[in-house]
């Protein structure tokens, strides 16, 4: 069966720090699918990224990175110089090819303060 | 026009009352999703539709009945509810179900069971 696990569920930093959100997953698929979502405090989920299990580059998008790592089953999400707006709830979610179901991790409660 | 849209945004209804929640997806999509987010629970998927056909119905008392008439509108028509009900249903919108096809999500319509 498929797992999601996001160990963090609330962080707290100060506007223009560094902050790394950690996903851990488990599947028996040998092809999976990892996103992450954004919830802001408006309650829409918030597509950020889509990680193929066969290509472990990690990538960079503006102030967001992601480092996927298949051998410690991890996907973790870094925001660089974190603002304000960042402040929301961040799901992990895991995808196998074979089915329809996204399976999502809890959540964790991003604040960035001013 | 925003990609999925959700009506009505916010719902208070007793347990005898009868309602219904919309979905409307402007992306095109052939598949429709419905998830259950409740508070301090990981989202849950409760019905997915593609090509206007139920293709997973994840044990979800019948209370809860969903409808799909097209591939771009999603209904969920509620009745009876008990108060553990109360939560954000949100709708969700892919090309495709399986693979890799990433889920767009409406604004979500949160409910309150009293």
């Known amino acids: 069966a498929q797992k999601v696990t996001q160990a963090q569920t609330e962080i707290s930093v100060v506007e223009k720090e560094d902050v790394t959100l950690d996903c851990v997953y488990e599947?028996?698929?040998?092809?999976?699918?990892l996103f992450w979502y954004k919830q802001p405090p408006s309650g829409e989920l918030v597509f950020l990224i889509r990680?193929?299990?066969?290509?472990?580059q990690n990538e960079i998008s503006g102030r967001y990175s992601w480092n996927f790592q298949k051998s410690t089953s991890s996907f973790n999400f870094t925001i660089t110089a974190s603002q304000v707006v960042d402040s929301a709830v961040y799901f992990c979610?895991?995808?196998?090819?074979?089915?329809?179901?996204?399976?999502f991790g809890e959540g964790t409660q991003l604040t960035v303060n001013p | 026009e925003t990609g999925v849209t959700q009506t009505p945004r916010h719902l208070v209804m007793g347990m005898t009352n009868k309602k219904s929640l919309k979905c409307e997806q402007h992306?095109?999509?052939?598949?429709m999703y419905w998830y259950k987010q409740s508070a301090k629970k990981p989202l849950e998927l409760m019905f997915v539709y593609s090509l206007e056909e139920r293709v997973e119905n994840n044990s979800v008392p019948s209370r809860f009945s969903p409808e799909c008439p097209n591939s771009s509108h999603l209904f969920l028509h509620l009745h009876t509810l008990q108060p553990e009900d109360s939560a954000l249903y949100l709708c969700a919108s892919s090309q495709g179900v399986r693979g890799s096809k990433t889920q767009y999500f409406g604004p979500g319509t949160r409910l309150l069971v009293l």
């Open positions: 599947t028996r698929d040998t092809t999976y699918y």
């Open positions: 979610a895991l995808k196998e090819t074979s089915g329809s179901r996204l399976t």
């Open positions: 990680r193929n299990s066969f290509d472990e």
């Open positions: 992306l095109g999509h052939n598949a």
